[in-house]
């Protein structure tokens, strides 16, 4: 079956610091991945995707690259802000499969 | 569009009272999820709908635990009777099939049972 596994939280980080959270993944086929990121109190919202093998998905100054031969996508970010602080998840989806496979999540705190 | 919207963001209710969450996903979209968020048990997906038609059922805990889509713009979750274990962030979710972007969640409904 599919399965995701993160980086152990939680992650405390300075100001300005590199950022890399692990994701790993376990899937049939060719899977779609995802990065989610829940803000205190609030649902959780798409932050980026890729769908295919050595695409690099980005927004907001983060990046992951699907790595097939490594099944990881590992999420990055060259200088985190206070603003960065919240619950990232890591998560797939399989074609013709609705249903997403989401990682524990990761607990990420800035601090200035 | 106004995203998934759930209603009500917050409810606190006796332990043994009927509590009904409400949801009206993005417009178009044909899945529908409800997740439980803890801090001892994270996010776990409860139940699904696709079409209205419920999917899987498997993740509901108890009977106690129920979930309607009697339309496209509608569902329901609800617990009879609600327990203080029950206490919880819920989360709706919606999705389209094929689209390749993952779903839209809600703001959330956080539920406590005293």
């Known amino acids: 079956g599919n399965s995701v596994t993160q980086m152990e939280g939680p992650v405390t980080l300075s100001e300005e610091a590199f950022l890399t959270i692990n994701c790993t993944y376990t899937a049939t086929g060719y899977p779609s991945l995802f990065w989610y990121v829940q803000y205190p109190g609030e649902g959780l919202q798409l932050l980026l995707k890729?769908?295919?093998?050595?695409d690099k998905g980005s927004n907001k100054g983060f990046e992951a690259t699907y790595r097939k031969e490594t099944t990881s996508f590992h999420l990055e970010k060259g200088s985190v802000q206070v603003s960065d602080s919240a619950v990232y998840f890591c998560a797939l989806l399989n074609f013709g499969n609705e249903k997403l496979t989401f990682g524990t999540g990761t607990r990420l705190t800035i601090i200035p | 569009d106004a995203g998934v919207i759930q209603s009500p963001r917050h409810e606190v209710t006796e332990m043994g009272q009927e509590v009904t969450l409400r949801c009206k996903p993005i417009?178009?979209?044909?899945?529908l999820f409800w997740y439980r968020q803890t801090m001892m048990r994270g996010l776990e997906l409860l139940i699904y709908f696709n079409n209205n038609v419920p999917i899987d059922d498997s993740g509901m805990p108890e009977d106690r635990f129920s979930a309607k889509m009697p339309n496209a713009s509608f569902s329901t979750l609800k617990i009879q009777p609600s327990e203080p274990r029950d206490s919880a962030v819920y989360f709706c979710?919606?999705?389209?099939?094929?689209?390749?972007?993952?779903?839209?969640f809600g703001s959330g409904t956080r539920l406590t049972v005293v």
């Open positions: 979710a919606s999705s389209l099939v094929g689209s390749g972007y993952g779903y839209t």
């Open positions: 890729a769908t295919k093998a050595d």
């Open positions: 417009s178009g979209h044909d899945y």
